[in-house]
């Protein structure tokens, strides 16, 4: 690709229990269009904290058709398809009006949460993966990243 996200190289991966505090340092992280979303979120966590380099489009496209076409053009080059949520996973979401988001799964103790930025919340935070619904978004499904 050659297009992508200026984000840090994959490091060396936190320990297991500095995961959690690790998502918990992210809460707050302004929401910056063009320079701070969802995607440069995912992208940086998946680097600091699971030590995997992912590369996302640099340019995202706007609107429902056109971030739709990004990501299904992409979605089988950078991530598999997953039958349920998993610790450091990828969760794609789709707003009601068909507008896409990603965040990257925390499992702590018996919960699911997601890390994620938003233009509506302003800054990132974490939410429980089951509390979406009632906040408008869609689960579109959980990737393992490759």
Not at 23 to 50: I, M, N, S, T, W
Not at 90 to 110: K, P, Y
Request: net charge positive; with cysteine.
């Amino acid at each position: 690709m050659s297009h992508t996200l200026a984000t840090l190289e994959a490091i060396t991966p936190l320990p297991l229990e500095q995961h959690w505090p690790a998502a918990q340092a992210y809460v707050g992280r302004e929401y910056v269009p063009g320079q701070y979303d969802c995607a440069h979120l995912a992208a940086d966590v998946q680097a600091q904290v699971f030590g995997r380099a992912v590369h996302l489009p640099a340019v995202h496209r706007c609107g429902r058709a056109g971030q739709g076409a990004q990501i299904r053009a992409l979605r089988d080059e950078l991530a598999t398809p997953i039958a349920q949520a998993q610790h450091g996973c990828a969760v794609l979401l789709r707003s009601a009006c068909g507008a896409w988001h990603i965040g990257t799964v925390f499992v702590q103790g018996s919960a699911t949460w997601v890390l994620h930025n938003s233009a509506r919340m302003g800054s990132a935070a974490l939410t429980r993966l089951a509390d979406f619904g009632r906040l408008g978004l869609v689960v579109e499904g959980c990737y393992a990243w490759k």
